[in-house]
């Protein structure tokens, strides 16, 4: 069998970058006229297959999603929306593949060995790498984030940050703290303004105090961890905390046990996204759910069909278990 020639084949072979490959044979810009006909000519001269350039229909898929994002803290949740990709994939004979990417990487570089002809972005991700995704002549589609002049897949952050917030006023809660302030990421900040919505409607006003802030992706247990021990030394601890995602409350429900705090006795804990361990926490974790493998559906069909709304909500639902009914109990002093 005759071997495929690869965009990196070529590559190699014109002393050029990928990237500038792919600019060539695409008949993007950015390259001058001598390089682009030296490229399609040792493309030809190599055997490149041509016509997948000349069939406007997807064929293979690319799921891009941050490097930092890692498996305590990202992948519950990121791991069963790319299976609800690779299943529309399947469905659809269209091959998918997966590439971490950070700030510091050749974004046009990466994304171009594995030559797809489309690209689904999933969470946060630098400005930096959304300006260089615009460069990029390719259908490109976003899930669990927003940016300008993309088709956006988003559970309804909003919402859910407002239903689990007046749960909470509606036990009795009244210092009700967010753990989770992240100013970078748009699902987060679509839930702070969702807190502060119920709380506003309640009308309980709170210190800055109880609103933690948190890098986007780095480091984010020990800053979790950090942030709940700052809430619980406050002069009056909160009695209840939403949590920007199901991972950060277990965190801070393990806090509360290391530091003698009863959940939800002494403290009430929410979450958000529903993730497994959620339901298999002690107590069983109240949340707010996402279905999370329709996200990556939702987001699929927006990416391929190119129809309908850019900017897409996907419903919540509030779960309510035992890490939140009641009243506080009177504070009690701790040791």
Same mark, same amino acid.
């Given at each position: 069998?005759?071997?495929?020639?690869?965009?990196?084949?070529?590559?190699?072979?014109?002393?050029?970058?990928?990237?500038?490959?792919?600019?060539?044979?695409?008949?993007?810009?950015?390259?001058?006229?001598?390089?682009?006909?030296?490229?399609?000519? &040792?493309?030809?001269?190599?055997?490149?297959?041509?016509?997948?350039?000349?069939?406007?229909?997807?064929?293979?898929?690319?799921?891009?999603?941050?490097?930092?994002?890692?498996?305590?803290?990202?992948?519950?949740?990121?791991?069963?929306?790319? %299976?609800?990709?690779?299943?529309?994939?399947?469905?659809?004979?269209?091959?998918?593949?997966?590439?971490?990417?950070?700030?510091?990487?050749? &974004?046009?570089?990466?994304?171009?060995?594995?030559?797809?002809?489309?690209?689904?972005?999933?969470?946060?991700?630098?400005?930096?790498?959304?300006?260089?995704?615009?460069?990029?002549?390719?259908?490109?589609? %976003?899930?669990?984030?927003?940016?300008?002049?993309?088709?956006?897949?988003?559970?309804?952050?909003?919402?859910?940050?407002?239903?689990?917030?007046?749960?909470?006023?509606?036990?009795?809660?009244?210092?009700?703290?967010?753990?989770?302030?992240?100013?970078?990421?748009?699902?987060?900040?679509?839930?702070?303004?969702?807190?502060?919505?119920?709380?506003?409607?309640?009308?309980?006003?709170?210190?800055?105090?109880?609103?933690?802030?948190?890098?986007?992706?780095?480091?984010?247990?020990?800053?979790?961890?950090?942030?709940?021990?700052?809430?619980?030394?406050?002069?009056?601890?909160?009695?209840?905390?939403?949590?920007?995602?199901?991972?950060?409350?277990?965190?801070?429900?393990? &806090?509360?046990?290391?530091?003698?705090?009863?959940?939800?006795?002494?403290?009430? &804990?929410?979450?958000?996204?529903?993730?497994?361990?959620?339901?298999?926490?002690?107590?069983?974790?109240?949340?707010?759910?996402?279905?999370?493998?329709?996200?990556?559906?939702?987001?699929?069909?927006?990416?391929?069909?190119?129809?309908?709304?850019?900017?897409?909500?996907?419903?919540?639902?509030?779960?309510?278990?035992?890490?939140?009914?009641?009243?506080?109990?009177?504070?009690?002093?701790?040791?």
């Amino acid at each position: 069998m005759m071997k495929k020639t690869r965009i990196k084949d070529i590559a190699t072979a014109c002393g050029v970058s990928i990237a500038a490959v792919s600019r060539a044979l695409k008949g993007q810009p950015g390259l001058s006229d001598e390089t682009r006909q030296r490229i399609l000519s &040792i493309a030809e001269a190599e055997g490149y297959d041509f016509s997948r350039l000349r069939n406007g229909r997807i064929k293979r898929l690319l799921f891009l999603l941050h490097r930092h994002h890692n498996i305590a803290s990202a992948l519950p949740f990121y791991s069963t929306v790319m %299976l609800g990709v690779a299943d529309a994939c399947r469905e659809n004979d269209i091959a998918m593949s997966f590439q971490p990417v950070g700030p510091e990487d050749a &974004i046009a570089d990466l994304i171009a060995l594995h030559q797809p002809d489309a690209i689904l972005c999933a969470g946060y991700l630098e400005p930096e790498i959304i300006g260089e995704l615009r460069k990029i002549s390719l259908p490109v589609a %976003l899930v669990d984030l927003w940016a300008a002049d993309f088709p956006c897949v988003n559970p309804d952050n909003y919402h859910g940050g407002f239903v689990v917030t007046r749960h909470l006023i509606e036990q009795g809660r009244r210092r009700i703290a967010f753990l989770g302030d992240a100013h970078h990421h748009y699902s987060i900040r679509q839930r702070l303004e969702g807190y502060q919505q119920a709380l506003f409607e309640a009308g309980l006003s709170l210190p800055a105090q109880y609103r933690v802030e948190m890098p986007p992706v780095r480091e984010i247990e020990q800053a979790l961890t950090e942030g709940m021990e700052t809430l619980l030394s406050l002069p009056q601890p909160p009695d209840a905390i939403f949590a920007y995602n199901d991972v950060a409350a277990l965190i801070a429900m393990r &806090i509360c046990a290391r530091k003698g705090y009863r959940v939800p006795e002494d403290i009430a &804990i929410v979450g958000f996204d529903d993730i497994d361990a959620a339901a298999w926490a002690y107590p069983p974790l109240t949340t707010v759910a996402v279905d999370k493998r329709e996200l990556g559906r939702d987001a699929f069909r927006l990416l391929v069909t190119g129809e309908g709304e850019r900017n897409l909500l996907l419903p919540v639902r509030l779960v309510i278990r035992e890490s939140s009914p009641g009243a506080p109990s009177p504070l009690r002093p701790r040791s």
